[in-house]
């Protein structure tokens, strides 16, 4: 029951972070099987860190399904490139945050059966959510996402204690996918639509070099 | 037999993954150590995520010789660029397609001895092949080879298709590495030579950001 | 005993290279969850690494101490650049030299519990010292320090050979170990004091393009 949801999820979260990869090889003149390997890298970047972080079997390569999803996600981004008209950069966004999302919960899952710890489970779903991202960005010679002034890795740990909220609350399963999910892209759309800044450092203060 | 070959094969793959970093590293005027740190990753890199995705120890921790052949390349490299008439750019692109070559057969060869399907298999050539080259460009702050127009990570497909076939075929064994090696090498010397650039996505369109 | 020392130096040097991190992410203007991250991946990329390369569960997968340390560290870091006296840049470099220093001698050490040789043993301390402030640099896109033309990785390996003569020599732990440190630190921070610049390629030499 759980593993289907899993597979599910997964397979979701593969293919929108898949699109997002494709989306920026596009931008970025990447061309041919680059864009391929950039798309794959970006979806399947964090699980497979989650996974050799919990010294489990790499989840695509025990489940060659996630490799599918993601190769045709590419696929498919590509042909929609080529045929549909033009898309705006709204939905590289929006695809980056459904992928964060999911995977955010997929890491702290895994991280729990494994019977980790809270804090090492919030940390294994954010390493799940934002790496596969990150190595997008410094493969494309992007500024990361998640260090740029908008609200990303703390969409991600919102989501992630919105989970263990609702999981303490002995919530149905479903909901606590749901919760954290809303949460999660709530947060990280609602910071680029508002324009939510965090200031953790003093206001106005440079430092000295 | 197999194995005799495999590490004959990979020696070599080391240490044409490792003069192609000590010579970007040169080029990029970083100098003392940083040469060999350079190198030792574009060396090995590729071959160490392999070994992390199909969870076996990793080769060279395993069998030193590997180390040694990329520390005594690194050392050949440095001694030929300081007392040899410089070199021409072309030594780096055919170093590194010799390496791309030989890592693409044996990321296919130990995904397959470990019972993946040729999928996964496939995958693995392309991330041996492809990953210590990424690395050395991501540290040294280049565009990715893989990432620029030319077949890089196409002619890698190709060496490992041909490999697939060869193998079907029930060719010789030397054969099939030997036909994958000519392949890979081919379409990766030839998108230079000729100017073969793929195009995926429709001519002459931009992306609307 | 040996693992009291191990688990002691270890937090320091995870609170170090967090301080370090903090401070880069500071300096590039990365804001809330950000800073956190990168000075996460500073503080853990290192030691991640070679756990992965031993085939060791990872250590703060292991022991959550490492992550507390890491995030108390950047809460500090954050609160006193928010409410002291702004700091020099020259805290940046010794934070960055004392885990390199540290994660130096816990690459080798644990290499060599683990039974590997000297020449694989100090290529892991390396790799500890080196890749979690090559990660940080490559993510804040900044030219990695181990790139530069100081004396860093020759530093690490200088502390490497020390702790190897003084362990060839029966003296105490505490020695090796103290040995290490000093000598790592000096080289470092002396190149950087007094301009040591290496150069093995010929003087004056540029290369044919």
Not at 43 to 57: F, M, S, V, Y
Not at 99 to 123: H, S
Not at 190 to 209: D, R
């Amino acid at each position: 029951m759980t593993a289907d949801y899993f597979l599910f999820l997964g397979l979701f979260g593969v293919a929108f972070f898949a699109v997002s990869g494709a989306l920026m090889g596009h931008e970025k003149s990447i061309n041919g099987f680059g864009v391929v390997v950039v798309a794959s890298v970006t979806a399947l970047g964090g699980g497979t860190i989650r996974d050799l972080l919990l010294t489990q079997p790499i989840f695509w390569v025990e489940t060659p399904s996630y490799l599918y999803s993601a190769y045709g996600a590419v696929v498919l981004t590509v042909l929609s490139i080529r045929y549909l008209p033009p898309l705006s950069n709204y939905y590289f966004i929006l695809m980056d945050a459904a992928g964060l999302a999911i995977f955010n919960i997929m890491g702290i899952e895994k991280a729990l059966i494994e019977g980790t710890g809270m804090i090492v489970a919030l940390t294994m779903g954010m390493t799940t959510g934002i790496f596969g991202g990150l190595l997008r960005d410094v493969i494309c010679r992007e500024v990361p996402l998640v260090m740029r002034g908008d609200l990303y890795a703390t969409a991600c740990l919102s989501g992630g204690l919105a989970y263990a909220a609702l999981f303490a609350l002995d919530a149905p399963y479903a909901w606590c996918i749901f919760g954290s999910l809303i949460t999660t892209v709530f947060i990280r759309l609602g910071s680029l639509h508002w324009g939510w800044k965090p200031n953790i450092f003093k206001k106005g203060y440079t430092p000295k070099s």
